[in-house]
């Protein structure tokens, strides 16, 4: 396989992973996917900022994370967030240090 192919599949694939979160998995919480995946849809917008900055595109957290909420954060807390249990935000804890560290 070339490498215009390869970034193109994977391109589509990441394109996919992004839709899927944003339309059809809105119930699944990025808590969930922190504790059990190490990332979650804010990382996932902050390596979208990341890659686009690198390559001199202005870009900041929030629009970055528009692009993969398909609304702001804040509409997107009061349409899908759900409240976490004690025990939940105990784990994130440990997985944003973990997977993140001082990045937000």
């Not at 990332?39 to 390559?55: H, P, V």
């Amino acid at each position: 396989m070339d490498k215009q192919t390869q970034i193109e599949l994977e391109a589509a694939a990441f394109r996919t992973l992004r839709d899927h979160l944003m339309d059809k998995r809105t119930d699944v919480q990025n808590i969930d996917m922190m504790n059990l995946a190490g990332f979650c849809r804010n990382c996932l917008s902050r390596w979208y900022q990341e890659a686009a900055n690198e390559r001199g595109i202005e870009m900041d957290k929030n629009q970055a994370r528009e692009i993969f909420y398909g609304m702001t954060m804040d509409e997107w807390k009061t349409t899908y967030q759900t409240d976490a249990s004690p025990q939940k935000q105990a784990e994130f804890e440990v997985a944003f240090k973990e997977n993140v560290g001082g990045k937000d």
